[in-house]
């Protein structure tokens, strides 16, 4: 069980270039989560999937545009990335129907806007 | 709405000195209550949880957490840290909206064990 897998680990894109971020997870999963962690800030909701073929926007969702490919597979995408989206990006999971209260995260992908 | 306060944004303590790391929250609705550590570089790991029954919860490695609804608080404690246990801590509220559970962090507690 490899859990909450992200690809990639590391980033660096210039203003205006764009890029999607990979998030698997393999413990079959409901929802999924997109949260961003920036200093003295916790962790803020980018975007979330319930269940499969649905998404909706979080805390902070302008700027990204996010896909459920499928059941395990969660992507986040920055269409023109701009230096204030310098942060390091995590992935979750977690079921209801599972009676799994808490979020599994990812690794984190750290990207750096320059 | 819901929201936590983790009230020192960093803790130096010495090591096999006892620590206490504050959380207080606020809600509209019943909540679940977590706390998380991020070793340096990493992802966040579940610490532990209070869902229902017993206020008092314990991880594995020996730190605990005191659900106290009449003061919406949940601290984390450990009698005796070590070197290993310096990380940044997360707070974090849960409750279901919408179909899924949500989580609110805090804004984390870095904890610094020094020799």
């Known amino acids: 069980n490899a859990g909450v897998t992200q690809t990639p680990k590391f980033q660096v894109l210039k203003t205006g270039q764009s890029m999607t971020l990979q998030c698997a997870q393999d413990m079959n999963h409901n929802s999924m989560y997109w949260y961003r962690q920036d200093p003295g800030m916790g962790l803020r909701l980018i975007y979330y999937?319930?269940?499969?073929?649905?998404?909706d926007k979080g805390e902070v969702p302008n700027g990204y545009n996010v896909s459920r490919l499928n059941k395990r597979e969660f992507s986040l995408r920055l269409e023109s990335a701009a230096p204030s989206q310098t942060s390091v990006y995590f992935c979750a999971s977690s079921d209801l129907a599972g009676g799994v209260y808490e979020q599994y995260f990812g690794p984190g992908t750290r990207l750096t806007v320059t | 709405a819901q929201s936590v306060t983790q009230l020192d944004s960093q803790v130096p303590v010495f090591e096999e000195a006892p620590v206490e790391l504050r959380c207080n929250y606020s809600s509209s609705v019943s909540v679940y209550l977590f706390w998380y550590v991020q070793y340096p570089n990493q992802g966040l790991q579940l610490l532990l949880k209070y869902l229902s029954g017993s206020t008092l919860v314990e991880s594995i490695n020996g730190f605990e957490a005191e659900f106290n609804k009449s003061q919406t608080s949940f601290h984390l404690r450990k009698p005796s840290v070590h070197i290993s246990d310096t990380a940044e801590y997360f707070c974090a509220v849960g409750f279901f909206s919408g179909g899924y559970n949500k989580l609110i962090f805090g804004a984390g507690t870095r904890l610094a064990v020094h020799p």
């Open positions: 999937s319930a269940s499969e073929g649905t998404t």
